[in-house]
Protein backbone atom coordinates (compact mmCIF):
# COMPACT_ATOMS: atom_id res chain seq x y z
CA UNK A 1 0.00 0.00 0.00
CA UNK A 2 0.88 3.60 -1.09
CA UNK A 3 0.81 6.56 1.32
CA UNK A 4 -1.60 9.36 -0.16
CA UNK A 5 0.40 12.09 1.49
CA UNK A 6 3.41 11.41 -0.27
CA UNK A 7 1.42 11.03 -3.64
CA UNK A 8 -0.33 14.38 -3.12
CA UNK A 9 2.58 16.40 -2.08
CA UNK A 10 4.71 14.57 -5.41
CA UNK A 11 2.64 13.22 -7.65
CA UNK A 12 4.91 13.27 -9.88
CA UNK A 13 7.33 11.41 -8.66
CA UNK A 14 5.06 9.47 -8.06
CA UNK A 15 4.22 9.12 -12.00
CA UNK A 16 7.42 8.64 -12.64
CA UNK A 17 8.25 5.93 -10.08
CA UNK A 18 5.06 4.09 -11.98
CA UNK A 19 6.75 4.47 -15.31
CA UNK A 20 10.30 2.68 -14.29
CA UNK A 21 7.84 -0.23 -13.58
CA UNK A 22 6.14 0.16 -17.00
CA UNK A 23 2.55 1.39 -15.89
CA UNK A 24 0.65 4.03 -16.71
CA UNK A 25 0.43 7.55 -14.51
CA UNK A 26 -2.23 6.93 -11.50
CA UNK A 27 -1.42 10.00 -9.27
CA UNK A 28 -4.03 12.41 -11.15
CA UNK A 29 -7.23 10.03 -9.90
CA UNK A 30 -5.34 9.21 -6.91
CA UNK A 31 -4.71 12.98 -5.72
CA UNK A 32 -8.60 13.72 -6.65
CA UNK A 33 -10.34 10.83 -5.03
CA UNK A 34 -7.96 11.98 -2.04
CA UNK A 35 -9.39 15.62 -2.13
CA UNK A 36 -12.96 14.49 -2.82
CA UNK A 37 -13.06 11.92 0.48
CA UNK A 38 -11.25 14.71 1.99
CA UNK A 39 -13.80 17.32 1.24
CA UNK A 40 -16.59 14.99 2.57
CA UNK A 41 -14.90 14.74 5.67
CA UNK A 42 -15.11 18.62 6.43
CA UNK A 43 -18.65 19.00 4.73
CA UNK A 44 -19.93 16.03 6.83
CA UNK A 45 -18.13 17.76 9.84
CA UNK A 46 -19.60 21.20 8.73
CA UNK A 47 -23.26 19.64 8.72
CA UNK A 48 -23.47 18.35 11.86
CA UNK A 49 -22.04 21.72 13.68
CA UNK A 50 -25.26 23.26 11.38
CA UNK A 51 -27.34 20.93 12.48
CA UNK A 52 -26.27 20.98 16.56
CA UNK A 53 -26.36 24.73 16.71
CA UNK A 54 -29.58 25.08 14.98
CA UNK A 55 -31.07 22.19 17.08
CA UNK A 56 -30.02 24.34 20.19
CA UNK A 57 -31.20 27.88 18.31
CA UNK A 58 -34.79 26.16 17.46
CA UNK A 59 -35.59 26.20 21.61
CA UNK A 60 -34.35 30.03 22.33
CA UNK A 61 -36.27 30.90 19.12
CA UNK A 62 -39.57 29.44 20.28
CA UNK A 63 -38.65 30.45 23.91
CA UNK A 64 -39.16 34.71 22.05
CA UNK A 65 -42.21 32.82 20.59
CA UNK A 66 -40.03 33.83 17.04
CA UNK A 67 -41.82 30.90 15.34
CA UNK A 68 -40.68 32.56 11.31
CA UNK A 69 -37.13 31.75 13.41
CA UNK A 70 -37.92 28.46 14.57
CA UNK A 71 -39.62 27.71 11.10
CA UNK A 72 -36.02 28.50 9.51
CA UNK A 73 -33.95 26.73 12.00
CA UNK A 74 -35.70 23.27 11.86
CA UNK A 75 -35.17 23.77 7.85
CA UNK A 76 -31.76 24.32 8.42
CA UNK A 77 -31.62 21.19 10.24
CA UNK A 78 -33.37 18.95 7.75
CA UNK A 79 -31.03 20.49 5.25
CA UNK A 80 -27.80 19.48 7.52
CA UNK A 81 -29.55 15.87 7.93
CA UNK A 82 -29.61 15.56 4.11
CA UNK A 83 -26.12 16.32 4.15
CA UNK A 84 -25.60 14.03 6.90
CA UNK A 85 -26.91 11.35 4.68
CA UNK A 86 -25.51 11.76 1.61
CA UNK A 87 -22.01 12.63 2.45
CA UNK A 88 -21.19 9.04 3.87
CA UNK A 89 -22.34 7.52 0.60
CA UNK A 90 -19.85 10.08 -1.53
CA UNK A 91 -16.55 9.47 1.10
CA UNK A 92 -17.28 5.52 0.69
CA UNK A 93 -17.80 5.38 -2.98
CA UNK A 94 -14.66 7.43 -3.00
CA UNK A 95 -12.64 5.25 -0.47
CA UNK A 96 -13.68 1.97 -2.32
CA UNK A 97 -12.57 3.48 -5.80
CA UNK A 98 -9.34 4.74 -3.95
CA UNK A 99 -8.69 1.56 -1.95
CA UNK A 100 -9.34 -0.70 -5.59
CA UNK A 101 -7.00 1.45 -7.12
CA UNK A 102 -4.24 1.59 -4.25
CA UNK A 103 -4.15 -2.30 -3.51
CA UNK A 104 -3.73 -3.09 -7.37
CA UNK A 105 -0.69 -0.71 -7.89
CA UNK A 106 2.55 -2.44 -6.92
CA UNK A 107 5.44 -1.05 -4.61
CA UNK A 108 7.82 1.54 -5.57
CA UNK A 109 11.27 0.61 -7.06
CA UNK A 110 14.17 1.70 -5.21
CA UNK A 111 16.78 4.35 -6.75
CA UNK A 112 19.62 2.07 -7.15
CA UNK A 113 17.42 -0.66 -9.25
CA UNK A 114 18.59 -0.84 -12.38
CA UNK A 115 15.86 -0.07 -15.29
CA UNK A 116 14.87 -2.89 -17.95
CA UNK A 117 11.72 -3.83 -19.40
CA UNK A 118 12.18 -8.21 -17.79
CA UNK A 119 15.27 -10.86 -17.00
CA UNK A 120 17.72 -9.58 -19.55
CA UNK A 121 17.75 -6.03 -17.61
CA UNK A 122 18.66 -7.71 -14.63
CA UNK A 123 22.40 -7.01 -13.04
CA UNK A 124 25.16 -9.53 -11.84
CA UNK A 125 26.26 -8.82 -8.39
CA UNK A 126 28.72 -11.41 -8.21
CA UNK A 127 29.24 -15.35 -8.58
CA UNK A 128 30.96 -17.82 -6.50
CA UNK A 129 32.22 -21.65 -7.49
CA UNK A 130 33.16 -23.19 -10.26
CA UNK A 131 31.07 -25.51 -12.16
CA UNK A 132 32.58 -29.18 -11.90
CA UNK A 133 33.67 -30.85 -14.98
CA UNK A 134 32.16 -33.63 -16.18
CA UNK A 135 33.63 -37.03 -17.81
CA UNK A 136 30.68 -38.39 -18.68
CA UNK A 137 27.03 -37.86 -20.06
CA UNK A 138 25.62 -35.80 -17.98
CA UNK A 139 21.76 -36.60 -17.00
CA UNK A 140 19.39 -34.18 -15.27
CA UNK A 141 17.77 -34.66 -12.20
CA UNK A 142 15.11 -36.52 -13.48
CA UNK A 143 17.01 -38.75 -15.72
CA UNK A 144 18.89 -38.99 -12.96
CA UNK A 145 15.51 -39.60 -10.27
CA UNK A 146 13.72 -42.15 -12.55
CA UNK A 147 17.23 -44.15 -12.93
CA UNK A 148 17.22 -45.00 -9.46
CA UNK A 149 13.54 -45.76 -9.26
CA UNK A 150 13.15 -43.20 -6.50
CA UNK A 151 11.41 -40.17 -8.76
CA UNK A 152 7.91 -41.00 -9.79
CA UNK A 153 6.25 -38.29 -11.86
CA UNK A 154 3.89 -41.01 -13.13
CA UNK A 155 1.84 -42.24 -10.28
CA UNK A 156 2.03 -38.57 -8.76
CA UNK A 157 0.02 -38.03 -12.21
CA UNK A 158 -2.33 -40.26 -11.25
CA UNK A 159 -3.06 -39.63 -7.86
CA UNK A 160 -2.86 -35.22 -8.55
CA UNK A 161 -2.43 -34.50 -12.18
CA UNK A 162 0.59 -32.64 -13.55
CA UNK A 163 3.27 -30.90 -11.97
CA UNK A 164 3.44 -33.21 -9.04
CA UNK A 165 6.28 -35.84 -7.92
CA UNK A 166 6.35 -38.56 -5.02
CA UNK A 167 9.85 -39.31 -4.04
CA UNK A 168 10.94 -42.51 -2.87
CA UNK A 169 13.58 -43.69 -0.03
CA UNK A 170 17.15 -42.17 -0.44
CA UNK A 171 15.83 -39.16 -2.23
CA UNK A 172 12.89 -38.72 0.10
CA UNK A 173 15.22 -38.84 2.86
CA UNK A 174 17.81 -36.00 0.76
CA UNK A 175 14.60 -33.54 0.64
CA UNK A 176 14.16 -33.94 4.37
CA UNK A 177 17.83 -33.61 5.09
CA UNK A 178 18.04 -30.61 3.02
CA UNK A 179 15.10 -28.82 5.40
CA UNK A 180 16.50 -29.95 8.59
CA UNK A 181 20.22 -28.63 7.33
CA UNK A 182 18.78 -25.55 6.09
CA UNK A 183 16.90 -24.64 9.49
CA UNK A 184 19.62 -25.55 11.50
CA UNK A 185 22.06 -23.02 9.87
CA UNK A 186 19.34 -20.14 9.70
CA UNK A 187 18.40 -20.86 13.74
CA UNK A 188 22.13 -21.91 15.16
CA UNK A 189 24.52 -19.55 13.00
CA UNK A 190 21.95 -16.59 11.63
CA UNK A 191 20.12 -15.50 14.59
CA UNK A 192 16.56 -16.47 13.01
CA UNK A 193 13.77 -18.16 15.35
CA UNK A 194 12.27 -21.30 14.04
CA UNK A 195 8.28 -20.71 13.08
CA UNK A 196 5.83 -23.84 12.89
CA UNK A 197 3.04 -21.25 11.13
CA UNK A 198 -0.68 -22.04 10.13
CA UNK A 199 -0.14 -23.32 6.40
CA UNK A 200 -4.30 -22.07 5.84
CA UNK A 201 -4.47 -18.36 5.96
CA UNK A 202 -7.60 -15.87 5.28
CA UNK A 203 -7.71 -13.90 2.65
CA UNK A 204 -7.03 -10.52 4.92
CA UNK A 205 -3.24 -12.47 5.25
CA UNK A 206 -2.54 -12.67 1.67
CA UNK A 207 -4.00 -9.33 1.14
CA UNK A 208 -1.31 -7.95 3.71
CA UNK A 209 1.77 -9.30 2.05
CA UNK A 210 0.30 -8.52 -1.53
CA UNK A 211 -0.71 -12.06 -3.09
CA UNK A 212 -4.26 -10.35 -3.31
CA UNK A 213 -6.12 -9.09 -4.68
CA UNK A 214 -3.59 -9.11 -7.74
CA UNK A 215 -2.38 -12.66 -7.88
CA UNK A 216 -5.79 -14.55 -6.44
CA UNK A 217 -5.34 -16.81 -9.73
CA UNK A 218 -2.20 -17.95 -8.25
CA UNK A 219 -3.72 -19.36 -5.19
CA UNK A 220 -5.60 -22.65 -4.04
CA UNK A 221 -8.54 -21.86 -2.06
CA UNK A 222 -10.66 -24.35 0.05
CA UNK A 223 -14.38 -24.42 0.50
CA UNK A 224 -14.06 -22.01 3.46
CA UNK A 225 -12.62 -18.47 3.43
CA UNK A 226 -9.46 -20.27 3.29
CA UNK A 227 -6.34 -20.94 0.72
CA UNK A 228 -3.22 -22.73 0.94
CA UNK A 229 -0.03 -20.64 1.04
CA UNK A 230 1.91 -19.89 -1.58
CA UNK A 231 4.76 -19.48 0.47
CA UNK A 232 5.07 -19.12 4.50
CA UNK A 233 6.56 -15.49 4.02
CA UNK A 234 2.58 -15.16 3.97
CA UNK A 235 1.97 -16.43 7.49
CA UNK A 236 5.39 -15.38 8.86
CA UNK A 237 5.12 -11.69 7.94
CA UNK A 238 1.51 -11.32 9.05
CA UNK A 239 2.39 -12.65 12.70
CA UNK A 240 3.25 -8.75 13.21
CA UNK A 241 -0.38 -7.54 11.48
CA UNK A 242 -2.02 -5.09 13.48
CA UNK A 243 0.58 -4.94 16.38
CA UNK A 244 2.57 -2.04 17.57
CA UNK A 245 6.18 -3.75 18.53
CA UNK A 246 8.68 -1.88 20.45
CA UNK A 247 12.10 -1.01 19.02
CA UNK A 248 14.17 -3.12 20.87
CA UNK A 249 12.35 -6.01 19.25
CA UNK A 250 13.68 -4.96 16.42
CA UNK A 251 15.10 -6.64 14.37
CA UNK A 252 12.95 -9.93 14.65
CA UNK A 253 14.23 -12.31 12.30
CA UNK A 254 11.81 -15.82 11.54
CA UNK A 255 12.18 -18.98 9.27
CA UNK A 256 10.16 -21.81 8.26
CA UNK A 257 10.51 -24.97 6.72
CA UNK A 258 7.10 -25.67 5.01
CA UNK A 259 5.04 -27.20 2.02
CA UNK A 260 3.95 -24.31 -0.15
CA UNK A 261 1.13 -24.39 -2.68
CA UNK A 262 1.39 -22.58 -6.06
CA UNK A 263 -1.29 -22.98 -8.69
CA UNK A 264 1.28 -21.39 -11.38
CA UNK A 265 -1.26 -20.17 -13.63
CA UNK A 266 0.77 -17.91 -15.65
CA UNK A 267 3.08 -20.50 -16.30
CA UNK A 268 1.68 -23.16 -18.84
CA UNK A 269 4.38 -24.42 -20.92
CA UNK A 270 6.96 -23.59 -19.05
CA UNK A 271 9.34 -25.84 -16.52
CA UNK A 272 6.66 -28.86 -17.75
CA UNK A 273 9.24 -31.56 -17.08
CA UNK A 274 10.62 -32.52 -13.37
CA UNK A 275 10.28 -30.34 -10.20
CA UNK A 276 11.57 -27.11 -11.35
CA UNK A 277 8.14 -25.85 -11.05
CA UNK A 278 5.39 -27.78 -8.93
CA UNK A 279 1.77 -26.98 -7.57
CA UNK A 280 3.67 -28.80 -4.22
CA UNK A 281 7.22 -27.86 -2.87
CA UNK A 282 8.72 -27.47 0.13
CA UNK A 283 10.90 -24.29 0.78
CA UNK A 284 12.84 -23.06 3.80
CA UNK A 285 11.72 -19.23 4.39
CA UNK A 286 13.37 -16.14 5.53
CA UNK A 287 11.70 -13.10 7.08
CA UNK A 288 13.07 -9.93 9.13
CA UNK A 289 10.65 -7.14 10.42
CA UNK A 290 13.09 -4.28 11.45
CA UNK A 291 13.14 -0.36 11.19
CA UNK A 292 13.30 1.57 8.20
CA UNK A 293 16.81 3.10 9.06
CA UNK A 294 18.15 -0.85 9.27
CA UNK A 295 15.97 -2.95 6.00
CA UNK A 296 18.94 -1.80 3.46
CA UNK A 297 21.12 -3.20 5.47
CA UNK A 298 18.85 -6.38 6.72
CA UNK A 299 18.58 -6.93 3.12
CA UNK A 300 22.47 -7.86 2.61
CA UNK A 301 22.26 -9.91 5.70
CA UNK A 302 19.45 -12.04 4.46
CA UNK A 303 21.38 -12.56 0.96
CA UNK A 304 24.17 -13.44 2.84
CA UNK A 305 22.36 -16.17 4.74
CA UNK A 306 20.68 -17.77 2.13
CA UNK A 307 24.23 -17.55 -0.25
CA UNK A 308 25.81 -19.36 2.76
CA UNK A 309 23.46 -22.55 2.44
CA UNK A 310 25.15 -22.99 -1.10
CA UNK A 311 28.61 -22.33 -0.19
CA UNK A 312 28.42 -25.28 2.68
CA UNK A 313 26.46 -27.54 0.21
CA UNK A 314 29.23 -26.32 -2.51
CA UNK A 315 27.01 -25.70 -5.41
CA UNK A 316 27.84 -22.88 -7.50
CA UNK A 317 25.49 -19.96 -8.28
CA UNK A 318 25.36 -16.15 -8.72
CA UNK A 319 23.92 -12.96 -7.31
CA UNK A 320 21.35 -11.13 -9.16
CA UNK A 321 20.18 -7.35 -8.91
CA UNK A 322 16.79 -7.73 -10.35
CA UNK A 323 15.78 -4.81 -12.84
CA UNK A 324 12.40 -2.59 -12.14
CA UNK A 325 10.41 -5.03 -15.09
CA UNK A 326 11.84 -8.15 -13.22
CA UNK A 327 10.45 -7.81 -9.77
CA UNK A 328 7.78 -8.84 -7.39
CA UNK A 329 4.96 -6.68 -6.97
CA UNK A 330 5.89 -6.46 -3.38
CA UNK A 331 9.17 -5.59 -3.80
CA UNK A 332 11.28 -2.69 -3.61
CA UNK A 333 14.67 -4.13 -4.00
CA UNK A 334 15.06 -7.41 -4.77
CA UNK A 335 18.43 -9.63 -4.94
CA UNK A 336 17.92 -13.38 -6.99
CA UNK A 337 20.29 -16.31 -5.93
CA UNK A 338 20.63 -18.30 -9.21
CA UNK A 339 22.11 -22.39 -8.69
CA UNK A 340 24.30 -23.68 -11.77
CA UNK A 341 22.65 -26.91 -12.95
CA UNK A 342 24.51 -28.72 -15.46
CA UNK A 343 21.72 -30.23 -17.15
CA UNK A 344 20.78 -27.16 -18.32
CA UNK A 345 24.22 -25.52 -18.73
CA UNK A 346 22.98 -22.20 -17.08
CA UNK A 347 22.01 -20.92 -13.63
CA UNK A 348 18.51 -21.15 -12.25
CA UNK A 349 16.72 -19.09 -9.65
CA UNK A 350 16.80 -20.80 -6.53
CA UNK A 351 16.29 -17.96 -3.81
CA UNK A 352 14.72 -14.41 -4.27
CA UNK A 353 15.31 -12.03 -1.59
CA UNK A 354 13.40 -9.31 -1.43
CA UNK A 355 13.09 -5.90 0.66
CA UNK A 356 9.27 -4.77 1.01
CA UNK A 357 9.91 -1.36 2.65
CA UNK A 358 6.59 -0.24 4.13
CA UNK A 359 4.85 -1.61 1.67
CA UNK A 360 3.14 -4.64 3.35
CA UNK A 361 3.65 -3.02 6.69
CA UNK A 362 0.75 -0.16 5.71
CA UNK A 363 -1.33 -3.35 4.33
CA UNK A 364 -0.65 -4.71 7.41
CA UNK A 365 -1.23 -2.13 10.03
CA UNK A 366 2.64 -3.20 11.73
CA UNK A 367 4.19 -0.62 13.12
CA UNK A 368 7.09 -0.30 16.03
CA UNK A 369 7.39 3.02 18.39
CA UNK A 370 10.87 4.38 17.97
CA UNK A 371 13.06 4.29 21.60
CA UNK A 372 11.56 7.71 23.72
CA UNK A 373 9.14 8.77 20.89
CA UNK A 374 5.27 8.76 21.73
CA UNK A 375 4.42 8.42 18.00
CA UNK A 376 4.45 5.16 16.23
CA UNK A 377 6.07 4.19 12.61
CA UNK A 378 5.38 1.68 9.99
CA UNK A 379 8.22 -1.14 10.02
CA UNK A 380 9.69 -2.64 7.12
CA UNK A 381 9.42 -6.19 6.09
CA UNK A 382 11.72 -8.32 4.30
CA UNK A 383 11.34 -11.74 2.70
CA UNK A 384 13.84 -14.46 1.27
CA UNK A 385 13.68 -18.04 0.46
CA UNK A 386 17.36 -19.99 2.72
CA UNK A 387 16.31 -21.81 0.17
CA UNK A 388 13.72 -23.54 -2.25
CA UNK A 389 13.82 -27.31 -1.47
CA UNK A 390 12.76 -29.44 -3.98
CA UNK A 391 15.05 -26.70 -6.22
CA UNK A 392 18.14 -27.19 -3.96
CA UNK A 393 17.57 -31.21 -4.36
CA UNK A 394 17.81 -30.84 -8.22
CA UNK A 395 21.11 -28.56 -7.72
CA UNK A 396 22.92 -31.43 -5.62
CA UNK A 397 21.22 -34.65 -7.86
CA UNK A 398 22.94 -32.96 -10.81
CA UNK A 399 26.56 -31.58 -9.55
CA UNK A 400 26.88 -34.73 -7.26
CA UNK A 401 25.85 -37.25 -9.68
CA UNK A 402 28.10 -39.79 -10.78
CA UNK A 403 28.90 -41.84 -14.34
CA UNK A 404 26.92 -44.98 -13.10
CA UNK A 405 23.86 -42.67 -12.12
CA UNK A 406 23.99 -42.75 -8.31
CA UNK A 407 24.38 -39.77 -6.38
CA UNK A 408 26.73 -38.19 -3.61
CA UNK A 409 25.70 -36.35 -0.53
CA UNK A 410 27.24 -33.73 0.29
CA UNK A 411 29.56 -33.67 3.44
CA UNK A 412 27.53 -31.40 5.72
CA UNK A 413 24.22 -33.47 4.39
CA UNK A 414 26.14 -36.65 5.87
CA UNK A 415 25.00 -36.27 9.53
CA UNK A 416 20.99 -35.57 8.53
CA UNK A 417 21.35 -38.91 6.03
CA UNK A 418 22.21 -41.41 8.88
CA UNK A 419 25.89 -41.47 7.69
CA UNK A 420 24.95 -42.47 4.00
CA UNK A 421 27.16 -41.01 1.63
CA UNK A 422 25.90 -42.38 -1.72
CA UNK A 423 22.46 -42.39 -2.67
CA UNK A 424 21.86 -45.74 -5.33
Known amino acids: MHDVKLIRDDPQAFDDALA ?6 AAKRIVELDILIRAAMTAKQAAENRRNQASKAIGLAKARKDE ?4 RLME ?3 SAKYDLAQLPETEAAASAELEEILANIPNLPAEDVPDGADEHGNEKVREW ?3 RNFDFFIRDHVALGEGLGLMDFAAAARISGARFVALKGGLARLERALGAFMLDLQTNEHGFTEISPPLLVRSEALYGTGQLPKFAEDLFRTTSEHSLIPTSEVSLTNLVRETILAESDLP ?16 AGRDVRGMIRQHQFYKVELVSVTTPENSSEEHEYMVHCAEEVLKRLDLPFRTMLLCTGDMGFQARKTWDIE ?3 PSQNTCREISSCSNCGDFQARRMDARYRPAGDRKTRFVHTLNGSG ?3 GRTLVAVMENYQN ?3 TIAVPPCLVPYMGGMTRIG
Open 76 to 78: EVE
Open 20 to 25: RRGLKP
Open 387 to 389: LAV
Open 252 to 267: MRMTAHTPCFRAEAGS
Open 403 to 405: ADG
Open 68 to 71: SEAA
Open 129 to 131: GTP
Open 339 to 341: VWL
